[in-house]
């Protein structure tokens, strides 16, 4: 009971630093009070790409894998907040703006209303050349806390996943990484055109590995941002 009751201090603590500031830059030292924002890629009328030999749809097994890092998050402490939890998606035909603009602005709001610590944006991932595989963790440009998380969340992948041997990269392309000033990832859980991949991508067992590693990596990066005791 004491343990709990120090929990929920410890968001009440979090809640009032929130209300503060109309942003969160990225999340204290070693802090778990703080909203983590899972978006789960495509959803709706936009199915993303899809595989190549079984014609899985993306926006599917990004939801999956949506929910089971959620579920990973939860259990581990920190306030979980998705842009998505289904695929019913509403849009306004009357809007004047596209489906796919509406879609995206929707889950600015749910980040921007969040005011996140840390948001992660999960994607699969096609390429012409079937032999190209494994997870890819990507960064906005110019986040140096972006990139560290990226690489904690990299790391991760190639120790444990086989086939997985990429680096984090930076992109100034991805609308997602660019709503919020906290520190934002989109990983690519791997290739829907990669036999391997494609398969496993599919199973339960390698879509809780990903949530598994993904907290992991954030976890590794709270770590690093421990500040050093002085002597």
Known sequence: ???????????????????????????????????????????????????????????????????????????????????????????????????????????????????????????MNKFPDGRYGGPQVFYHQGSEQGKLLAEAVQNQFNAHIEGSDREALSSGGYYILKVSSAPSILVECGFLSNERDERRLQTETFQQQLADLMLAGLLDWLEGNQPVASN
């Open 1 to 123: 009971m004491a343990g709990r009751a120090m929990r929920v201090v410890g968001w009440i603590a979090a809640a009032l630093a929130l209300m503060s500031s109309c942003a969160r830059a990225e999340p204290a030292a070693g802090d778990r009070d703080v909203a983590v924002v899972i978006d789960a890629g495509h959803g709706g009328y936009d199915h993303g790409t899809s595989g190549t030999r079984t014609g899985v749809p993306e926006d599917k097994l990004n939801l999956q894998v949506a929910k089971k890092l959620e579920q990973a998050l939860e259990n581990a402490g920190f306030t979980v907040v998705m842009t998505r939890e289904s695929d019913d998606i509403q849009y306004d035909p009357h809007s004047g703006v596209s489906r796919k603009t509406q879609d995206m602005r929707q889950r600015a709001a749910v980040i921007e209303s969040a005011q996140p610590g840390v948001v992660i944006s999960i994607h």
